[in-house]
């Protein structure tokens, strides 16, 4: 296991090769962990990252020019050893390439780099992906990090609440094992606020289309201990807990969505992929404030 270290006076991060996960932000003032452990019992990972894909695809594999492909819930990449390729006391990048293995699983030749950057009490996540091949890449990725919730041993799940300035309400896309629907409901708010409870999640995450999610700040509401997201520009946002834990909190800025039931299977026409051009490069970032 080869792990790499962020640190200034406010925070410690520890980030792992493997998947390039960040897998621990710890508060140097009292030593308050904010990144879920991944206990295995419940959830046994911290912040992975998602690759070629974002969610799950219909009968878990594509077509691409005639060929028929198996691909994985939220893609390979997370369970891929990273190469790091800089390293300095507030910034790391990883990168990953294809391989004979991930060619098998998905025909494109590709560079994915994660690179984080810490200021303050902030760690900047930026993504870079270039196509060093002749023909169009087809891809989306997204981010998964997990968050301790309660942060506290006193505190509980629903003494928490997300934030969403300007916004008085959420249009939420149900999932049906896994696949995204057509099916909407619509989340109020109060005050900007939603306040947490195990039974938002009982039927898989929340899921918001259209770029509804461009911050969303999670806190308690004892001790004001949180975390701040800001991810403008991002087309889709989840937010999910394993049901029946409430133990942590995942707040997921994506390019890119799960299938859906009727769709084709051709990678081309899948929602929310990107298309990256031969020698080009699609770049995007999103940033954490640790509270």
């Not at 200034?8 to 991060?13: A, D, G, K, R, V």
């Not at 619509?186 to 005050?191: E, G, K, Y």
């Not at 999910?240 to 800025?253: D, G």
Request: proline letters at 4%.
């Amino acid at each position: 296991m080869s792990r790499y270290s962020l640190s200034n006076s406010q925070l410690e991060i520890s980030v792992d090769a493997l998947g390039a996960e960040i897998c621990s932000v710890r508060s140097k003032a009292d030593g308050l962990e904010y990144i879920w452990q991944a206990d295995p019992n419940l959830w046994a990972r911290h912040a992975p990252h998602l690759f070629p894909v974002v969610g799950k695809l219909r009968n878990n594999s594509f077509t691409h020019e005639g060929k028929a492909y198996t691909l994985s819930q939220h893609g390979f990449a997370r369970d891929q050893e990273f190469v790091c390729i800089a390293q300095s006391k507030d910034h790391l990048a990883f990168e990953l390439t294809a391989s004979e293995r991930s060619l098998a699983q998905f025909p494109f030749h590709f560079s994915l780099q994660v690179s984080y950057t810490l200021q303050g009490n902030t760690l900047a996540t930026a993504y870079t992906v270039f196509n060093p091949d002749h023909k169009d890449l087809y891809m989306s990725l997204g981010a998964h990090p997990a968050f301790i919730c309660p942060l506290k041993a006193h505190e509980t799940f629903e003494d928490y609440e997300l934030q969403f300035d300007g916004l008085n309400a959420l249009t939420v896309n149900k999932l049906h094992d896994g696949l995204i629907t057509d099916d909407t409901k619509v989340l109020h708010l109060s005050d900007h606020k939603l306040h947490l409870a195990a039974s938002l999640f009982e039927k898989d995450a929340l899921v918001m289309k259209g770029g509804q999610v461009g911050h969303v700040r999670l806190s308690s509401t004892q001790s004001g201990r949180g975390v701040e997201l800001h991810c403008e520009g991002w087309p889709y946002f989840g937010i999910w807990t394993k049901p029946h834990t409430s133990q942590f909190l995942c707040l997921e800025p994506w390019y890119g969505i799960a299938d859906t039931e009727q769709a084709s299977g051709h990678l081309s026409e899948k929602e929310g992929i990107i298309c990256v051009p031969s020698e080009q490069t699609f770049h995007c970032a999103f940033t954490l404030s640790f509270l």
